[in-house]
């Protein structure tokens, strides 16, 4: 038996992306790893982020990022970036700027935020025209991974982003990253160029990527 195939999104799910940007899904959550049946019921809902949110986002960025690169970038670059930039300062900024953009996913019963997605205006070394947006973030905690919840925070970004007159779409991705890659590629995107990234201090080469709106 394949546990880790066992797929939350097999079960019954909603999609409602309505125009106030709110979604929700029930799953069936397995926790794939883990032998035996471990399952408990979670319904997971997507929301717009605003201010007061900041503490929120700086614990699930902080999370889902050490638990994305424990093993694949220096761990001391890892605490550096987070202490540096997975902020309630950082956020609650970004939260103030009308031109960025932050959803947050939560896990009932308890409101706990397992996911979230930021956009915000292109700063990446390719060159870039008016009716560009970035997705700067999109990061969904492990257990959550082939759930649909990527794709429910991906498709609130690029209705929001289509709703304000975006035509592009671009994002950053480290080049080791197969998983995220591969999300992407899936859903439209291509390589456009390449940036260095610093993580806290140590440098990291990443594909530039793109899609139209
Ligand atoms: C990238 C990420 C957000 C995708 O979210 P997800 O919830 O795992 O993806 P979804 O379940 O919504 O995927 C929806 C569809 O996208 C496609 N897809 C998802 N992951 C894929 C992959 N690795 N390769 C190819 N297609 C993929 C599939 O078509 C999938 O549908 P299917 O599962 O029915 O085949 C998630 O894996 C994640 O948070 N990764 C760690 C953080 C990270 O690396 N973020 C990006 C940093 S640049």
């Known amino acids: 038996m394949h546990l880790n195939r066992v797929r939350a999104c097999a079960f019954p799910m909603q999609h409602t992306i309505a125009p106030e940007l709110r979604a929700a899904m029930d799953i069936l959550s397995c926790l794939p790893r883990m032998p035996g049946v471990i399952a ?13 949110d900041e503490a929120a986002l700086a614990l699930v960025g902080a999370a889902t990022f050490l638990e994305s690169y424990a093993g694949v970038v220096d761990g001391a670059a890892i605490v550096r970036h987070c202490a540096q930039r997975q902020t309630p300062d950082v956020y609650a900024a970004a939260l103030a700027d009308p031109a960025q953009a932050l959803w947050l996913a939560e896990a009932a019963p308890g409101a706990a935020p397992v996911g979230y997605l930021h956009l915000a205006p292109p700063d990446l070394p390719v060159e870039t025209r008016p009716g560009d947006i970035e997705m700067k ?13 990527g794709l429910m925070l991906l498709q609130a970004g690029l ?7 975006f035509r592009r779409m671009l994002l950053g991705v480290y ?3 197969a998983r995220a890659i591969g999300f992407y590629k899936a859903h439209g995107f291509h390589s456009v160029g390449e940036r260095q990234f610093d993580v806290g201090g140590a440098v990291y080469c990443d594909w530039v990527m793109a899609r139209d709106l």
């Open 40 to 52: 408990a019921r979670m319904s997971i809902s997507i929301r717009k982020s605003v201010p007061g």
């Open 137 to 149: 973030r999109i990061y969904v905690l492990s257990k959550l991974h082939r759930s649909g919840l």
């Open 159 to 165: 209705a929001h982003a289509r709703a304000a007159g």
């Open 175 to 177: 080049k080791q990253n």
